[in-house]
């Protein structure tokens, strides 16, 4: 594993001091491009929804989130909050972990060997304080740009759209998927790979949603990750990956221990991606405009987010 | 106040069912001419860090955000998680009101008199179990539309680009602003009024930051609201509306009393407009690309964003 | 069901002000002679552990407790918390509902026809804010009498010691039980019913332990509870009463809702019980000193708690 | 320091596998003892409110309790939460650090450099998963024995019954309260120590009060805590021993690191003991049964505790 990442290592190539990694492929002129996809003006969110029916079972004390209210309509109306003039308000408060829906890793989130993105130690970037080098704020304004739908739910399984749990996606799979829907994945894209996971969810239920088997992308597409030059990349599965992971001894996400301290791919899961695939399909165009911000946490190894797709 | 507040209703404008008021000035023809704004392809994040060291104080229980780690680079580096052939992680959680930080106001967060948006009694539209009707997850995708930055601020104080605690921003102010920039308020605009009270509670400290004297919108500005038509206003205070309020009497918040539950408008709170007002000063050009999507968090009366401008 | 109520109710025989119910039994001199129990000096906590492998499943956004650092002995041995003189510390934090493991119910945790112990209106008594009138905090110093367990699993089924899930335990049973003990149930008493719900649920897993089928005390011990004026009572099991409820109509907790706010008495959940049934057995004695006080948490309606037994 | 610190090891005392350090000292004669002490049958809470309203301001993440509802009784009795014939609930959840308020430190709070009790590693004892060796956990059953009482603040000052900040409590000091009390510190003794300063708290403000200047144990008194043999000590300040630390160089809670990785005692902090002090003086008896057993949170440091004063 050590030796294979290797190969794929972007230490260095911003300088020491980057705490971006892939995501500095984004620049001005592709932004421009990316905002002149956008034909119709429709805006299609590609957030799964944040609430305590979500697919969280406990691992590592992933729960889903609790929303709880500090005052409500129910008080107002009767009259009890305290406020002059007839004014009431309703308030919330929310716990969750900040991966437990549609998120974004951040470069803090996976170590190889105990070394963290561009070969920092682990222990020199994220203590029980957070991130203190490579936090997700970092990324605040940067994750906007083109994006790109791989469909290959759709593009290997027409009448379904939908890839059987353990499906690992290929090479060969996500360029035919390119070349089907007329699309060329480049420098500075946010690729998104739909498998159907999340469509089946929601129909049959969470199940092992978060965890269990899951079509996903396969190790050996670490070399298209590195060489296409993708800022980003997001499936609609719990864990990007295909699960169970491609090994016959014990293995846990050894795509993650790749692209995330090696390539610093930033990596997003558990997005929705059903909406934008039937308005691409609709359209036969694969191409828009993505903007995926994070919430700025100070210090946080992943974040939240309600990406939007503009088409 | 309530006399008043029914000049500018728009209860029924949109049917009985409606759940998003004034951002349904936004349409496809709006957001598709607001891309086409975009010249530069760059990108300003709008949203002030989430961390301990926000503003608040404990008002009816607002903390800051409360951030921990459940993994950490440091066990990972310690060998200590469990994990195989050298893969470590670290993982987070988040404690936090939904309006600690930069903000949506949701159309459920303030009552009039026992009624919220669209004439609903308030108990039935928000109890402890959260919005059941107006949740900002309604507001999911389509918070994207045209920018336009007012820069008060700057405007009416050249020299400091800050207006002092307590002034209330007219609409004669709003208007002569919009026309030395050269820019016109338009329908399914999403206004962002600089006051500098960011800028001034960066340079000197919080101190009462959340809930105290802050330059603001009068009361008298609701008229001016309403008939632009704007989909949305956002502001770099804690409360959008001047503070102390306009009235010898007691008063708290009217301004939001007349506009949340009367004219259905979504209003943003200590959003970060500095960087943003350096690059419109810079390029004379105050409308901009603007996607500010709310996380969908179920039966939400607010939500944490991270406001993202294209120019 | 209020017809019934109504023939147990305690409301105005502690005084218009309230907010103990029938903790109001025990006085000092109770608490005296319970302390004279007290002959071995043996400590037993009748507490389950409080962490996220509890039997929580979500239910009204119940969740277990998730308990996270803020500082670790990983980052103090490795040097990097910026202490002075060698010194490392580790802290934490937690996150849960209060009725999620060992607990008690406060006064204001249940409501018949939209009224309050003691007669009060629910909605004057239980905001968003909290318990304004009855509050567990109320409590804090109140609770430790003679404890006394009638142990209906081991003495109905003498071989397993646990009763069936759906086995409504009668009054009958309980006098036979303390008859078989050769114990007295009286005044001021905190009587533990232990059912061998939570041993099977430790053999077993958890299963539906949070709400599913159990053991537990009829409708028909209402007259029981009321007539022998205990103080407070607890059960091994999640809800105290039997489950399913004993109705063919759609029914829900109707014993709490006849106990708690017309009562006024004081319920105790999820305690375990099984160390202190063994050494009740083996003593052959079954009353001893019981002190189980609650968090003095402001307005809450429910508290974790570790009682402890003194034999 | 790591010198001073030796002299006071009782690492190995009480075998490799030890777990509970001073508590050992507490036996069933010990505790059968102390209950014998009850007179009176008066109970007595030592335990500050568990709010917003606390001392708290956010030192590396210590927030006060945020307590909210997600059932309330407006809800209920306005009838809209579903449940069947008339029966109506709250309920709720916190979050908050676990030594926000009243509380215990656990052993594996703080380390010398790099070691935890009985002289393991901190890395080895204390994760981001908690603390998987000496959790509170292990304390659930144990922490009730004989308190005695050292009104130090009624002692030294007769007249306010109230220590100065920075005030170092001496043995000298120690030694002739007792004296004048008429009580003997022994073996297995869980001695409180009132300074004063919560009175003060309560009577002007918090002010500083978490982490500030205030009264407490000086350094000198590690021997005096160590040859007592004490279980545990308890304060009615934030940090037990004296602030500022007595130190010309810059300096932290030395004395913590010296009692608890090494001589494995166990500390209580901010316990509210102005009740007890009144009932202790009006009877001119100093020692109780006192009753104070943590939560048991799987693997924390810390606990919030309710402690009983049974006299």
């Not at 909050?81 to 998120?103: E, K, N, R």
Request: glycine share 12%; net charge negative.
């Amino acid at each position: 594993m050590a030796l294979r990442a290797e190969a794929y290592r972007n230490w260095g190539r911003w300088g020491d001091d980057d705490v971006l990694g892939t995501l500095n492929f984004i620049d001005d002129d592709i932004r421009r491009a990316a905002a002149a996809l956008v034909r119709e003006g429709r805006s299609i969110s590609l957030s799964q929804p944040f609430d305590t029916d979500g697919p969280q079972k406990g691992w590592r004390r992933r729960t889903n989130p609790v929303h709880t209210m500090t005052d409500t309509g129910t008080d107002a109306e009767r009259g009890n909050q305290g406020f002059p003039h007839g004014i009431g308000g309703a308030d919330d408060v929310i716990a969750m972990p900040l991966q437990c829906s549609t998120q974004w890793d951040g470069l803090g989130h996976i170590f190889d060997h105990g070394f963290a993105w561009n070969g920092r130690r682990a222990g020199d970037v994220v203590t029980s304080d957070g991130d203190l080098v490579t936090g997700i704020e970092h990324a605040a304004s940067v994750i906007v740009s083109r994006g790109v739908l791989l469909d290959v739910g759709r593009h290997l399984s027409p009448e379904t759209g939908e890839l059987a749990d353990g499906h690992a996606i290929t090479v060969a799979d996500l360029e035919a998927c390119a070349a089907a829907e007329g699309v060329e994945v480049r420098r500075g894209d946010i690729v998104l790979v739909r498998t159907g996971h999340y469509t089946r969810a929601r129909r049959e239920g969470w199940g092992d949603y978060a965890g269990g088997p899951a079509p996903g992308l396969s190790l050996t597409t670490a070399g298209w990750l590195h060489r296409t030059e993708i800022a980003a990349i997001a499936t609609d599965t719990w864990g990007f990956e295909v699960r169970p992971n491609e090994f016959d001894v014990p293995a846990f996400q050894p795509l993650h221990q790749v692209v995330i301290p090696n390539l610093g791919l930033t990596i997003g899961e558990m997005w929705n991606l059903d909406e934008l695939a039937s308005a691409c399909a609709e359209a036969s165009r694969w191409e828009f405009l993505l903007a995926a911000p994070p919430l700025p946490i100070t210090g946080a190894v992943g974040s939240p987010v309600n990406p939007l797709a503009l088409l």
